[in-house]
């Protein structure tokens, strides 16, 4: 198996195999769970997933729980769903931090025993205004002097709820000199009294971040711990306390560019206010960036895991353009999706020269370049539907629809030509009378030419079906970019267009949800959560070429 782009961790792992450095590789993907799993996340898993696989090793998935206040079990089973449903298998049992939370406070007294931890009282501000900045070194804490005794005993207060949340935090003692900024006695337990969804009340101290991660990689035995370049500079503070901590294992940090995309926003607290202000109906919404959203747009595991693969690893960020990740959907769904035809704005057509009683069956291939789908079968009547937009009443330049006194086929039966145009009062076609020529059916007609091909079903004997049409969800490339205005002033107004008298051809009554189809002429569409067999529901996934007005 070759990666399409450029990984240069894989480059980076076969080197370490080489010189002997590991057995077996192990990677983690460690969500926070405090929101879905959004297309960024994508890479972050087909990476962690992706190497573990390629180098016949394993991946954990580990919930970095240290932040009870926003992670709730809903997301927790919301990220297990979305890494299945892209196909990876995680090794051994989910895993949280939380699980190592009563090592993590072990090791937390060992750096206070060796006089490399210290109880600091300092107001949160007062932290920041001692930390110095860039240019200023910092000022050691008052509190830093304390005693080995004196801190080992104010921790285990803490530890038992004696203190206010804010009223101290625990600290390493490194150096308030230090160019790196975050070995300025980085914060390493903040006092939080609030229930968390595993550990309950148990604990009312939590570990930031930074003491928490390489440690629960070394617990774990992560011989490649991958992250996005963000966490670059804390690198030296995990490498700091992998060496001052009796820790059993030595995983190393590598930072990797996080994935953009224009016309989206990838960050899970940008999504939760879209969900939260309803400006989207959920986390799933079509038009999220969020597997699950995505999921429900019609896109399938293997054209996310196939952009993911194409964009490739590297170090330096950048935007990657939307219409990337559309085709990567479009060319997966033109192979393997069912044709069908859908009238999603229906007009009328009354073929004035077929009998009203008759009614004919024609056999359509489900797929024009694979007989191995079958063919499906459609009735041809009297009353018929085609798009309102197949018709014109004055045509542009090199119209190859209809318009009145010109003939055009209607997909896989009869050329027809429209005879005669039926308005109402207000003056908006309602109706087309037309005739067909029986000698056309699979034969060119004779004497005349046909236009084009048109899509249509039969009014009498289709299904009556909701169309909701997803486009982008911005109308700016990057709507973070203004720092003057909020991201949420670019949401594209057209964003969805709910088409509700949308008609369908009759074998796709009863298709479970998920099923993806291409509508001859319209676009990739799949079957929604909502369809019941009263009312097909189909989203839009994709159209069929990309169209994107830029
Ligand atoms: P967000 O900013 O959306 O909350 P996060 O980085 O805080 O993202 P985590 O739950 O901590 O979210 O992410 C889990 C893993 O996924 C981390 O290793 C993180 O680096 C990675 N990740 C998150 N966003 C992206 C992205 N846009 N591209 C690549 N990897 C990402
Ligand atoms: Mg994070
Ligand atoms: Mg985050």
Known sequence: ????????????????????????????????????????HAKSICLNFGTAEKFGGVCNLRFDDTNP????QEYIDA??????????????????????FQQLFDWAVHLIKEGKAYVCDLSPEDARDYRGNFTTPGRNSPFRDRSVEENLELFEKMKNGEFAEGACSLRAKIDMASPSMILRDPMLYRILHMAHHQTGDKWC??????????????????????CTLEFEEHRPLY???????PVPAQPKQTEFARLNINYTVTSKRKLK????????????????PTISGLRRRGYTPGSIRNFCDSIGVTRSNSTVDMGMLEASIREDLDSSAPRAMCVTQPL???????????????????????????????????????EQDDFAEVPPRKWKRLTQGVAVRLRGSYVITCDEVIKDEAGNVVELKCSYDPATKGENPVGYKAKGVVHWVSADNSLPCEVRMYDRLFTEENPDGDKERDFKDFINPESLVVLSNARVELGLKDVPAESRFQFERTGYFCVDSDSSSDK?????????????AK
């Open 1 to 40: 198996e070759t990666s399409k782009a450029s990984n240069f961790i894989h480059q980076m792992i076969e080197n370490d195999l080489a010189a002997g450095a590991h057995d077996k590789v192990v990677t983690r993907f460690p969500p926070e769970p405090n929101g879905y799993l959004h297309i960024g």
């Open 69 to 72: 206040e926003k992670e709730s």
């Open 239 to 245: 490498d700091w306390f992998i060496e001052n901590l």
């Open 536 to 548: 097909l529901v189909f989203n839009r996934t994709v159209g069929l070429r990309d169209s994107w």
């Open 205 to 226: 101290i939590y570990p930031i971040y930074d003491f928490a991660h390489g440690q629960s990689d070394a617990i774990e035995g992560i011989t490649h711990s991958l």
């Open 348 to 386: 009328k057509v009354t073929i004035t020269n077929y009998d009203d009683a008759a009614e004919e069956w024609f056999e359509l291939p489900a797929h024009p370049k694979d007989e191995t789908m079958g063919v499906r079968t459609v009735p041809f009547t009297r009353n018929l539907l085609i």
């Open 273 to 288: 206010q879209l969900v939260d202000e309803h400006i989207v109906e959920s986390w799933n919404d079509p038009r999220m």
């Open 79 to 100: 990220i297990m769903s979305d890494v299945s449903w892209l196909g990876f298998k995680w090794g051994g049992d989910v895993r949280y931090t939380s699980d190592y």
